[in-house]
């Protein structure tokens, strides 16, 4: 069963993502700010990240960036999943190593999408 890390500190999305993740038979890891996504990313090494950007104590672009830095883990994905979606928004996330940004509200079908695209 492929596993994905979702970072969001909102219990209600974390709870939403990973619906949506188990019905398309994937497995989730969850946290709840940046810090707490490098540490169980390098634990668990999903197939994917899910990364909102909007968090306390470690953002989701400065999470992206360490991930991106450490051998470990600079192969995993980063999808960005925020309220952030303007278009300079989608740049940034991509120049951070991001591969695509999700805005918030999001279908259950743009997460499928991407697990097909990058999982």
């Not at 940046?34 to 672009?61: H, R």
């Not at 918030?104 to 697990?115: C, R, V």
Request: charged share 20%; net charge neutral.
């Amino acid at each position: 069963m492929p596993k994905a890390l979702i970072c969001d500190d909102s219990a209600a999305e974390l709870a939403n993502l990973r619906n949506i993740l188990s019905n398309a038979g994937w497995h989730s890891v969850t946290a709840s700010n940046g810090a707490e996504a490098v540490q169980k990313a390098n634990a668990e090494k999903p197939a994917l990240i899910f990364l909102d950007i909007i968090m306390p104590d470690m953002d989701g672009y400065e999470a992206c960036r360490q991930l991106q830095s450490n051998g470990d883990t600079k192969g995993i994905p980063v999808v960005f999943v925020s309220s952030k979606n303007q278009k300079a928004d989608q740049i940034w996330a991509k120049m951070q190593g991001g591969k695509a940004l999700i805005g918030k509200p999001y279908s259950a079908d743009q997460i499928l999408e991407t697990l097909r695209a990058y999982g």
